[in-house]
């Protein structure tokens, strides 16, 4: 991955735990590494299609300084967010802010913070059954593409499909999406159950009827098994209905624990069911 670094520039600006440095303020000096890919725009020469050093340093100064946070790593992650959202073509960013002047009380060049912040690939799986289906799903889908932190990325062909667990249901409607997003796993899986609360999801039956289904199937290659993330998503790999969408859009990703391309278990669990 290729870089845009600029080092140290320097910011005074109010943050600070003690009352004096947000009256008073104080010298930061802020150093930037930009991951992305510059292929384009050295191709064509074409600085529209990279980061202009000089804008970015008047914009990262302007936006660290519009508030003041007690806590620099506050106003840290503030500002890799700001770079991330302001150039979404940008991959990655790592951050460090010194603070040269902390009243530590004691001989040391600065006090710091490190951050590195990126974009996330993340394949949601979504289903409804109730009222209006293809209407629900578009509208979860606006919802999580209008969202500060996530981007729809692709959408499959929506498919109509038989109810699995408690069949005592009207068919559903699912479909997979592919989005890129700043959150983390936890954040996600909140955020995915605040859409399912605005789209008046209700969790009465298990595997039961419902407006909206929002799951996260996969998210880059992370593995996770604890109380709150499970990720794959544990049936995934069993169900025609979320491989059948998935296999269109990621047919070639990799299922992280199986090793196996999504394609490759869409095949195997399709011939299953035709056995049956």
């Known amino acids: 991955m290729?870089?845009?670094?600029?080092?140290?520039?320097?910011?005074?600006?109010?943050?600070?735990?003690?009352?004096?440095?947000?009256?008073l303020g104080q010298k930061f000096l802020?150093?930037?590494?930009i991951y992305m890919d510059l292929r384009k725009a050295v191709k064509d020469d074409?600085?529209?299609?990279?980061?202009?050093?000089?804008?970015?340093?008047e914009e990262v100064e302007?936006?660290?300084?519009?508030?003041k946070y007690d806590l620099i790593e506050t106003a840290g992650e503030k500002l890799t967010e700001f770079i991330l959202l302001k150039y979404d073509f940008i991959n990655g960013v790592e951050l460090i802010i010194k603070k040269p002047w902390a009243?530590?009380?004691?001989?040391?060049?600065?006090?710091?913070?490190?951050?590195?912040?990126?974009?996330?690939?993340?394949?949601?799986?979504?289903?409804?059954?109730?009222g209006n289906k293809s209407d629900n799903i578009n509208k979860s889908i606006e919802i999580v593409n209008n969202s500060s932190y996530c981007k729809v990325v692709d959408?499959?062909?929506?498919?109509?499909?038989?109810?699995?667990?408690?069949?005592?249901?009207?068919?559903?409607?699912?479909c997979a999406v592919k989005i890129k997003t700043l959150l983390t796993p936890e954040e996600l899986i909140s955020f995915l159950m605040k859409v399912e609360k605005n789209l008046k999801r209700e969790r009465n039956i298990r595997w039961?009827?419902?407006?909206?289904?929002?799951?996260?199937?996969?998210?880059?290659?992370?593995i996770s098994s604890s109380r709150e993330v499970i990720i794959p998503h544990p049936r995934m790999h069993e169900r025609l209905f979320v491989l059948k969408p998935l296999s269109?859009?990621?047919?070639?990703?990799?299922?992280?624990?199986?090793r196996k391309r999504i394609i490759e278990l869409y095949d195997e669990v399709s011939k299953k069911q035709t056995l049956l």
Request: charged share 25%.
């Open 2 to 23: 290729d870089n845009i670094i600029i080092k140290d520039l320097e910011v005074y600006a109010f943050h600070g735990v003690n009352q004096q440095e947000k009256e």
């Open 30 to 33: 802020i150093s930037i590494k």
């Open 46 to 57: 074409d600085i529209s299609k990279t980061v202009n050093y000089a804008e970015l340093c």
């Open 62 to 67: 302007s936006e660290f300084k519009r508030c």
């Open 103 to 130: 009243p530590i009380g004691k001989p040391v060049s600065y006090a710091a913070v490190k951050f590195y912040r990126c974009w996330h690939e993340a394949y949601i799986g979504i289903g409804s059954n109730i």
């Open 155 to 174: 959408v499959s062909s929506y498919y109509e499909t038989k109810p699995v667990g408690y069949l005592d249901q009207d068919n559903f409607v699912n």
């Open 208 to 222: 039961g009827p419902r407006t909206i289904d929002l799951d996260v199937l996969l998210y880059d290659d992370v």
């Open 248 to 258: 269109e859009i990621a047919p070639y990703v990799i299922h992280p624990i199986l």
